[in-house]
């Protein structure tokens, strides 16, 4: 198994543990520092924080909780060249109040500016069931960070992001 299939079955295990709801996607992520083999920095799936929250978005409030930082802090304190494993393409439009995933990953900025994630792993792309064309990919990639699809595992993570929907609606 490659070190990028072994990752993406990390946040497919989590995203297992995501509760299902006919409103939402199962989806699991970690952050990976570049040079590890084999444990994530943290791993988070969707609903697993407090509120409306995406996988994503509880890796980088539990890793700021480890790091004793605030969230708009935590791109500082990453390890260099830390990078995102996510079984669904990251949000570009949420619910009103509810801060996109992707604008989450942008935000995240080392000392001197730079992005603090350059690469991000994803299983498969955002479905048009919630908020129409994702354009996720696109805007992480315009504003230079790395998108990367890691293949074989498109079936099984539809599957666990799509429990709890109504199947004969889809």
Known sequence: MSIHAKFMQIAL??????????????????????????KPLITGYTLECEGNTHAEQCCFI??????????GELGRHLPHDTVLYTTMEPCNKRSVGNTPCVDRILGLRRKDGTQAIKTVFVGV??????????????KLEDAGINVQHVTGFEDEILTVATAGHDKHNE
């Open 62 to 71: 539990k890793l700021s909780e480890v790091y004793k930082c605030d969230v």
């Open 13 to 38: 295990d989590e995203a297992k543990k995501s509760p299902p709801k006919p409103t939402n996607f199962c989806v699991g992520a970690c952050l990976v520092a570049s040079d590890s083999v084999d």
């Open 125 to 138: 792309g955002e479905p048009e069931t919630f908020v129409g064309i994702n354009e996720g990919r696109k």
